[in-house]
């Protein structure tokens, strides 16, 4: 009973204001959905500029089919080849194609054609990935007029496993909901008690029959039902929104992120007993938060770390659940990978509920 009077309390101080609540709801969805647009791979709206020597239908047929490309915006023909350099350097194509005057005569021949590609060195990232895309562009049109050679290409036959589309939002959104639930989940945890130490209700404890582990356990519950509620909300969200195919287990990947979201909060609370006011402890939160984004693999792939930090790492809760998510939405991870990346969560949990519950009681004496 005291324990449940404990946590009723957190409860209605954690949702007493109307406030509080639709900042822990609001958003979260709000920026998965901002997220997930603006910080994408995939290249679209493409200007590309085009010279033609050419005047037979090989040229035309491949210009038409980049035109059509879902990455192209607008093919602007030139007459010449310094006015794709010149249009190049004022930043109003991406990329430039010229097509040499025997083109379509080497194409019929059987010959290797040439197409000649100029791409805007300073985005390289995105003149890099319209390379790609029009790289196969070419390379299918080669294979479709009998095996010729265009721009030297060798035929290869390419099948991407579990994303055929190469569609970055089913890389990118699954990624995104993990951050996203972990900082639902360490912020509000890492003010609670840095709260009431501030506002001087702290103190109180100090003559409260509670122990340790209820004050933990109290603490700990608001920010573990608020980020499992949101972030089952943004699991359908990628679901039938995004349409990003769940071909996993839903009740694994369920737990999973409750045991995920419990590490986090072990970690929160550990912050939050040490800090004396709120801006230090958010301060504090987002000086963890950003170490364990770069070392899971998020932005950056986990292999090409250092050997040392890869160690490291395996400290982090979200490198293991990222493995997780990723898995369960678009490649049917079995359970039994599933599993060999849960058990790290639950030592990490375990380690970090008991330090913050040490923590609180050194506190409290």
Same mark, same amino acid.
């Given at each position: 009973?005291r324990l449940?009077a404990?946590?009723?309390? #957190?409860?209605l101080?954690y !949702?007493?204001?109307p406030?509080q609540? $639709?900042?822990l709801?609001g958003?979260?969805?709000i920026?998965?959905?901002v =997220?997930s ?5 995939e290249?679209?709206n493409?200007?590309i500029a085009?010279?033609?020597?050419d005047?037979?239908a090989?040229?035309?047929?491949l210009i038409?089919r980049?035109?059509a490309?879902?990455?192209?915006h607008?093919i602007?023909?030139?007459d010449?080849q310094?006015s794709?350099t ?5 930043r109003?194509v991406l990329?430039g ?5 025997d083109?379509s005569?080497d ?7 040439s197409?000649q590609a ?10 890099q990935?319209?390379?790609?895309y =029009?790289?196969?562009?070419v390379g299918?049109y080669?294979?479709?007029?009998g095996g010729?050679?265009v721009?030297?290409?060798p035929q290869? #036959?390419v ?6 589309? $190469?569609l970055y939002f089913? !890389?990118?959104v699954?990624?995104?909901? *993990?951050?996203?639930?972990m ?5 509000p945890?890492?003010? +609670?008690?840095a709260?009431e130490?501030?506002l001087?209700?702290?103190d109180? =404890?100090?003559v ?5 582990? #209820? ?5 700990s519950?608001?920010s ?13 969200v990628s679901?039938?929104v995004?349409r990003?195919?769940?071909? *996993? ?11 995920f979201i419990? +590490?986090v909060?072990g970690v929160?609370?550990? =912050?939050? +007993? ?5 801006q230090?402890?958010?301060?504090g939160? !987002?000086a963890?938060?950003y170490?364990?984004?770069?070392t899971s ?5 986990? #292999?090409?770390m250092p050997?040392w930090l890869?160690i490291?790492?395996?400290a +982090?809760?979200?490198?293991? !659940?990222l493995i997780i998510?990723q ?5 049917a991870?079995p359970?039994a990978d599933i ?6 969560l639950?030592?990490i949990?375990?380690v970090t ?5 040490v ?5 409290l004496?």
């Open positions: 009973m449940a404990q946590i009723v309390k #957190e409860l101080s !949702f007493r204001d406030g609540r $639709l900042s709801f958003p979260p969805l920026q998965l959905f =997220l647009s603006a910080g994408t791979l290249v679209s493409v200007d085009v010279f033609n020597e005047s037979g090989a040229s035309h047929e038409e980049v035109r490309a879902h990455f192209v607008d602007i023909v030139v010449r310094a794709i010149q249009m190049i350097d004022q109003k990329a194609i010229h097509f040499a005057p083109f005569r194409v019929a021949a059987g010959r290797p054609a197409v100029l791409i805007d060195g300073r985005r390289a990232n995105a003149g990935i319209a390379l790609s =029009l790289q196969t562009i299918d080669g294979a479709e007029i010729a050679s721009v030297g290409m290869a #036959e099948r991407h496993w579990f994303n055929q589309n $190469l089913w !890389f990118f699954p990624g995104m909901l *993990g951050v996203l639930v900082f639902l989940s360490l912020v945890t890492a003010t +609670s008690i709260k130490r501030e001087g209700t702290f109180q =404890l100090l409260s029959p509670s122990t340790p582990i #209820e004050i933990v356990i109290a603490k519950v608001p573990f039902v608020s980020a499992t509620v949101v972030g089952s909300m943004m699991i359908a679901v039938y995004f990003i195919p769940m071909l *996993g287990s839903l009740p694994l990947l369920m737990g999973c992120m409750m045991l419990l +590490s909060v929160g609370l550990m =912050l939050s +007993s040490i800090c004396a006011t709120q230090q402890a958010i301060l939160s !987002f963890i938060a170490p364990l984004i770069l693999g998020f932005a950056t792939p986990f #292999e090409n050997h890869q490291v790492a395996q +982090s809760p979200l490198k293991h !659940f998510i898995g369960s939405f678009a490649k991870m359970p599993l060999a990346n849960a058990w790290p639950v030592i949990a375990v509920m008991s330090l913050a519950i923590i609180v009681k050194r506190k004496q």
